[in-house]
């Protein structure tokens, strides 16, 4: 078999190469995996079939699938300290069906967080299965603080009588206190799922607090802070196992993406080291930064500051939409993503906020002083926003900029 992709595809690949070379990557939720992990994505275990868990196959030939599926398994259940572990959710909304298929029917209540106060999509939303299937209802944030308030949840549990809570957030620069949520859930009779999708790399370092002995389940990501591939993971207690094993296939999917497990398997490893932990306690170092810089230039944090790796900026004071803002630093080369800040008064596809997140640019060696200058560009860009010759002189310094951190150095 010849080794070259076909010249469309190829073509598309080097300048996508060339994107996340010479753009400065401020999505929350993305991250830029070793090569090592890229590799194993890469390879050969994607021809394999392997429907089922370690040695119990539908398929022959899954004698090195098996043993790799179980190094993942292990070492998956060691980073988190956790009974029993998932590692075949094809990403993290199919870990949160697969739970919900576990312990829920169709029609069962659930309670997660607003989708439009920072929840995500899969926690009950009417557009998502999770809203569909089931009969959702919603916990935000307090108007003042901006922050859970778990009184009022607690009323909301009671009121709501939920078989199943959800807590987790795609937008919240806050700590989670699982401990309190396990204790509303104890209180109504409800599961507690906690999805630590993006803070998945934190917790795992112990930069944030872990759910798993205060939830039955927690499902998360492999590629957000963790900085493995696209993919999806479920821990339980051992009691739960087979039921989730067995909502995970065949309840929901077929064949496991054995190339993508492969790359989980890697990215594990990795975040057991000790420059993970390094790593991940400078995430955190540059989102505070980052957070301190944008206050001292007049803008308003939404809680007004961050505990994480994501911080979510009400541009309301500055004259300008999250539509704007995304359209105006994406014509530089700054690449964020629009966000509703809680209680906004623009509709989700326009908001008032963007979100911004520090882990793919501390993967790639920013500290201080590039979150200084990250800073000014912004500032100078969203100043000069109708100044096209400006805006186009600057996506030049931005690409200089940005290039002088290559992402995968040869
Ligand atoms: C990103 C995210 C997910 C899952 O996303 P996928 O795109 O399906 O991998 C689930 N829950 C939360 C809170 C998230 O932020």
């Known amino acids: 078999m010849s080794g ?14 060339k994107r996340e070379r010479e753009t400065i990557n401020l999505i929350a939720s993305e991250n830029y995996v070793s ?6 994505v890469g390879s050969v275990l994607t021809n394999k079939y392997a429907e089922g868990y370690p040695f119990r196959r539908y398929y022959d030939g899954c004698e090195n699938i098996d043993k790799l599926e179980t190094v993942a398994i292990e070492r998956l259940k060691r980073l988190f300290g956790a009974e029993h572990a998932n590692v075949q959710p094809h990403a993290g909304s199919q870990a949160n069906m697969a739970v919900y298929l576990a312990v829920l029917k169709p029609g069962d209540v659930i309670l997660g967080m607003d989708l439009a106060a920072g929840g995500h999509l899969t926690h009950g939303t009417k557009i998502n299965f999770s809203g569909m299937l089931f009969n959702p209802f919603y916990y935000g944030v307090n108007r003042e603080t901006e922050q859970l308030d778990y009184d009022e949840i607690l009323k909301i549990a009671q009121k709501t009588k939920p078989k199943l809570i959800l807590c987790g957030a795609s937008a919240y620069p806050r700590i989670i206190d699982f401990k309190r949520f396990s204790e509303i859930a104890r209180n109504v009779g409800a599961y507690l799922c906690a999805d630590i999708a993006h803070i998945a790399g934190l917790v795992a370092t112990g930069l944030h607090p872990s759910p798993v002995e205060f939830a039955e389940f927690v499902t998360g990501t492999t590629h957000k802070t963790l900085r493995g591939p696209r993919g999806g993971f479920i821990l339980c207690r051992k009691n739960f196992a087979q039921c989730i094993d067995r909502a995970v296939f065949p309840g929901i999917q077929g064949g496991p993406l054995m190339h993508v497990i492969a790359g989980k398997a890697v990215a594990f490893k990795e975040a057991m080291s000790k420059k993970f932990n390094l790593y991940q306690k400078k995430v ?25 790796h994501l911080i ?12 704007e803002a995304q359209k105006i630093l ?14 906004d008064p623009h509709p989700p596809n326009i908001t008032s906020g ?25 500032n100078e860009a969203i100043y000069n926003r109708n100044n096209v010759s400006e805006l186009n002189a600057m996506k030049r310094r931005v690409r200089r900029f940005a290039s002088q951190f290559p992402i995968y150095a040869e």
């Open 354 to 378: 963007i979100r911004l997140g520090t882990a793919a640019i501390t993967t790639r060696g920013m500290g201080k002083n590039e979150i200084a200058k990250i800073l000014e560009f912004i």
């Open 312 to 323: 979510l900026v009400d541009l309301r004071n500055k004259h300008v939409t999250g539509e």
């Open 4 to 17: 070259k992709i076909d010249s469309v595809i190829s073509k598309l690949i080097k300048q996508e190469i």
């Open 35 to 40: 090569k090592q992990v890229l590799a194993a």
């Open 330 to 343: 994406g014509s530089i080369g700054i690449t964020v993503n629009k966000n509703v800040i809680p209680f």
């Open 284 to 308: 955190i170092e540059n989102s505070l930064l980052m957070a301190f810089g944008l206050m001292e230039a007049g803008y308003r944090l939404v809680t007004g500051g961050t505990d994480n």
